[in-house]
DNA sequence: CGGGGCTCCTGTGCGC
DNA sequence: TGCGCACAGGAGCCCC
């Protein structure tokens, strides 16, 4: 699911292709994650793709902003109009485009066109003015994020002042932004922590290690263009490929990679979680 | 503030 | 091979 290496690769793509470019009509076939109606807010000059933990946002010359979260099956589809350019789309968009999964639809100028699909519907776009996207609802929550304002010393604030459990902490975007369920797990295993331990009992050495551990996941993310987990596509229609590097999410019966105990699944709070019961304690 | 449970949705994957 | 159903999950919301 789309969490901040897959939406920042997104993000860069859609950077590419979008920028300085003209939305020139917009279609949308269902409602619900689009705030209806005001669509008309989005015809004009795109002049920037900004990221907000796991939300975009397409920053109009007209100053309104599209907010988009995609959730975990939401995807934005970039078609140009050269046909030599187009890649085969991934079999992960389900439907294609435009298919029975296509809610939103942005006409672009020089024949581009921005598709948004989500065959569970669970994403929105919102409409915002670009000067007030921090006082919006979700992003005036939005914790701080790893490889941007979270340092160390605002981790161990945040870890030593709650007893829930890590992987519920860091999965909180409103205390920390972009971290989620594949990454978290990630994490976790690779600085030998349970993930049900509770954030305030971790050693210093632990907050470190977890601390720099969460960034080498999300680098390794970001490297490998995001985790083709379920539905995550870039706007190329292309795969992720950090799902080949999992360390232990999703790997329930396998091998642990650094002490070769079996590797077990268990529920937090309804979230599928991944751990070596043997090295992480 | 925390935590449990429900909700939204539909493709997937299981059991029979 | 096909049917039916439980399941998955980010985040909001309600309730205790």
């Keep these: 699911m789309p969490e901040l290496p897959e939406v920042e690769n997104i993000r860069l793509q859609l950077e590419k292709y979008l920028v300085n470019h003209v939305v020139k009509n917009i279609d949308v076939r269902w409602g619900k994650s689009f705030a209806r109606g005001k669509e008309k807010l989005f015809e004009g000059r795109i002049i920037k793709v900004r990221r907000f933990g796991k939300v975009l946002s397409m920053d109009f010359a007209n100053g309104h902003s599209a907010l988009i979260h995609v959730k975990m099956t939401g995807q934005l589809i970039y078609q140009g109009p050269n046909k030599k350019d187009k890649k085969p789309l991934s079999k992960k968009v389900v439907g294609g485009v435009p298919g029975k999964h296509t809610h939103v639809i942005f006409q672009l100028d020089r024949g581009g066109i921005l598709y948004f699909n989500d065959y569970r519907k669970f994403g929105w776009i919102d409409v915002v003015r670009s ?130 105990a079996k590797i077990k699944k268990l529920k937090i709070s309804g979230r599928g979680t991944y751990y070596c019961p043997n090295c992480q304690k």
């Design 131 to 260: 000067e007030n996207i921090a006082k919006h609802k979700f992003i005036k929550k939005l914790g701080p994020e790893p490889l941007g304002k979270l340092n160390i010393r605002l981790f161990e604030k945040i870890v030593s002042s709650t007893s829930r459990q890590i992987k519920l902490l860091l999965m909180d975007q409103s205390k920390i932004g972009g971290v989620g369920n594949i990454y978290a797990n990630d994490a976790l295993w690779l600085a030998k922590i349970n993930p049900k331990k509770p954030a305030d009992k971790l050693s210093v050495k632990e907050i470190e290690r977890l601390f720099v551990s969460i960034e080498k996941v999300l680098k390794e993310g970001l490297k490998r263009g995001g985790a083709s987990e379920l539905a995550f596509v870039t706007p190329d229609g292309q795969d992720g490929k950090y799902q080949k590097y999992f360390l232990v999410y999703g790997r329930e019966g396998d091998t642990c990679q650094r002490c070769k």
